[in-house]
């Protein structure tokens, strides 16, 4: 696909989130549209943004657990990028207005403090970073009904990532015991979806590794600073206007939003 091609893909799927309207998947119109132009998609996307004011903060990995690649039949991890616009404070507030077909997810996420580029070991990787966080992610798709799509449509899309909440408390990560984390996600005091931390990747920090694999094969490292989420423990929720969601995390507490 030409640049030029890439280029029109992104302003289309830019659009279609500024207007909250949905679109067919690209690989209806593109059958051959590639993960390596829906990298090059999703970047410009993010070049939109960032020449509009955003500023990128971190990364998202996403479907590094099986509860989510059965949920959404697609079958290996993919990242995409956060900007400081997409974080909502620790017990703050979102708006669904602007959202397409928002869904809520559990997540762990991580703080850098130095750069990280390709093949990592785990020791490298939690010396590399400062704290983790119990978090979730706010996601939304441009496509139709939210399904359908293929991998190369979801990474074009900035991988579904739509906003994301931090919790307060921040931990080493060599406080905890990583991949044995018990995770409970409530919503309106009634618990929708649990899972062990080692559902991420079968050990959160093995994402973090993952996602500089991947960023290397686009000639990219990880900034020092970056935040990373390390994708979701289990299925996503469907969010709906009044609801208090609330995740509890072993080691790092909560973090709740509410949707107004
Ligand atoms: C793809 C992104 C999945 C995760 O944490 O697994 C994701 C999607 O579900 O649309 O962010």
Redesign the pocket.
């Known amino acids: 696909m030409t640049e030029h091609m890439q280029a029109e893909l992104a302003r289309l799927l830019d659009q279609a989130r500024l207007e909250a309207r949905e679109i067919p998947p690209l690989t209806r119109q593109h059958p051959d549209l590639t993960l390596r132009d829906a990298y090059a998609i999703q970047a410009e996307g993010i070049r939109l943004r960032t020449a509009r004011g955003e500023r990128v903060v971190g990364l ?6 099986e509860a ?2 059965r ?2 039949n ?1 079958d290996s991890p ?1 990242y ?1 990028v956060l900007t400081d616009r997409m974080r909502v404070p620790a017990h703050g507030s979102l708006r669904l207005q602007g959202a397409i077909h928002p ?1 809520i ?1 559990p ?1 762990i996420a991580f703080r850098t403090s130095r750069e990280l580029r390709g093949r990592i070991t785990r020791e490298q990787a939690l010396d590399a970073c400062a704290s983790v966080f119990a978090a979730m ?1 706010i ?1 939304d ?1 441009r496509f139709v009904d ?1 399904k359908y799509f293929s991998l190369p449509d ?1 990474v074009a899309d900035n ?3 739509s906003l994301f909440v931090l919790a307060t408390t921040e931990r080493p990560p060599r406080e905890l015991d990583l991949p044995h984390l018990q995770m409970v996600m409530e919503v309106n005091g009634e618990r929708v979806q649990a899972a062990r931390s080692d559902a991420i990747s079968g050990d959160p920090v093995l994402s973090l590794i993952q996602l500089c694999e991947l960023l290397e094969q686009h000639g990219e490292s990880l900034p020092a600073g970056s935040i990373v ?1 390390a ?2 423990a289990t299925a ?1 929720h469907m969010l709906k206007p009044g609801d208090h969601v609330r995740l509890t995390v072993d080691g790092l507490g909560e973090v709740a939003v509410s949707v107004e």
Do not use: N, P
């Open positions: 998202k990995m996403g479907l590094t657990s989510k690649r949920q959404m697609l993919v995409g869904k997810e997540e992610e996601l798709s939210f979801v991988s579904s990532s989420l994708g979701a996503a």
